[in-house]
């Protein structure tokens, strides 16, 4: 399984094994200008050919939709007629947060925890797919 923390600058990406049922972070994909990273997605799927895909929803603080909510929507369908895999989408509330706490917590600050909060916020969201497809 691949998830993503879909940004419009970066991507976090995690991937999980179904069999050990434990997510874990893998890379950012930075996006130029206005255009998505498909080449890299594609390459991390056929790389890793997961089964799965997994895209982290955006929501406000009390669950309504804003702006990101339809970008990340539409990221996962492109995902989903692109690469002809499942796509399920996680509720993301406050996994930008945790991720950087847990940083944090592993020593790890500013510019270097910057640049792995996105992936550590897929790997969230992935584990928290994974404990609820139980």
């Known amino acids: 399984m691949l998830a993503f ?3 419009t600058r970066r991507i976090g990406v995690a991937v999980a094994n179904t069999l050990t049922r434990s997510a874990q972070a893998l890379t950012t994909l930075v996006a130029t200008g206005s255009e998505t990273p498909f080449d890299a997605i594609g390459e991390l799927i056929d790389a890793w050919q997961p089964s799965q895909l997994v895209v982290g929803l955006p929501v406000h603080a009390d669950g ?3 702006a990101m909510t339809a970008r990340a929507r539409r990221f996962a369908h492109l995902l989903e007629s692109r690469f002809g895999r499942p796509v399920a989408l996680v ?15 592993r020593g790890h600050g500013g510019r270097e925890a910057r640049a792995k909060r996105d992936e550590a916020a897929a790997q969230i969201i992935l584990q928290a797919w994974l404990d609820e497809s139980r």
């Open 5 to 7: 923390d879909f940004g």
């Open 64 to 66: 309504t939709p804003h």
């Open 91 to 105: 509720d993301e509330r406050w996994t930008s947060e945790a991720a950087a706490q847990a940083l944090r917590d």
